[in-house]
């Protein structure tokens, strides 16, 4: 069994077959969370999608303090100076002790803000991911528009799907639903949607339009996932 925590926007805390893991830990400047850094104590890995502040937030902090594994892109690993990194690629996976995580493609940018030098670090190609916890499936899509690649989950028989709904940076609600039909999960998680006045959604439009085709949870921030 895996558990899942939303942690707000699009960062969640999963747990299960040993993996106390974060995704896109952006907490420090997050309006949607009730939680700070410090919360996680004995995380062992973190996952990034990609570079952007919204993403990546808090992870060097983290992973500088647990000592918890990063796993992304080569060019993000190149980027995240003094922490443990686990280089993958998009299309590539590696099995972990907690199971096989595999990089998925997405439609945006993965610069990385903040820092040192003049504009973004080159980060590489966003991605996503699918982590597989205790035999449980989770597709975590990070920031994306809608991909036809997307269909190709079909075959993996996702358990949890989690998905950006807020439009402008990513998929809104109806490609979000499109996605929904070809992916084919078991459950559905609305994500990356009211944090910042752009990517303003209705959760409860997108469960509606996306009712029949899988289970749609809406999760408040703190709220846990059993899958
Ligand atoms: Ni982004
Ligand atoms: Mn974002």
Not at 50 to 75: F, N, Q, S
Not at 149 to 170: C, W
């Amino acid at each position: 069994m895996a558990r899942l925590t939303f942690l707000g926007h699009a960062a969640f805390r999963v747990e299960g077959g040993g993996l106390d893991g974060l995704i896109d830990p952006f907490l420090t400047g997050n309006s949607m969370t009730p939680f700070s850094p410090e919360d996680f104590k004995d995380v062992n890995f973190i996952f990034v999608t990609h570079g952007h502040g919204d993403h990546l937030g808090d992870t060097p902090a983290i992973a500088k303090r647990t000592g918890a594994t990063v796993v992304a892109t080569v060019e993000m690993c190149d980027v995240l100076k003094g922490v443990k990194c686990h280089p993958l690629q998009i299309g590539g996976a590696f099995t972990f002790p907690f199971g096989r995580v595999k990089m998925t493609p997405a439609w945006h940018g993965s610069g990385v803000q903040g820092g040192e030098g003049e504009g973004m670090a080159y980060g590489g190609v966003a991605g996503g991911f699918l982590l597989e916890v205790d035999g449980r499936r989770i597709y975590h899509a990070g920031d994306t528009g809608l991909t036809v690649e997307m269909g190709l989950l079909a075959e993996d028989g996702v358990d949890v799907a989690l998905l950006p709904i807020g439009g402008n940076y990513t998929m809104d609600i109806d490609d979000a639903v499109r996605a929904v039909r070809m992916i084919k999960p078991r459950v559905a998680v609305p994500m990356h949607y009211n944090t910042f006045p752009l990517i303003k959604a209705s959760p409860e439009e997108f469960a509606s339009k996306a009712s029949g085709l899988a289970e749609i949870r809406i999760l408040k921030p703190g709220e846990i996932l059993e899958v």
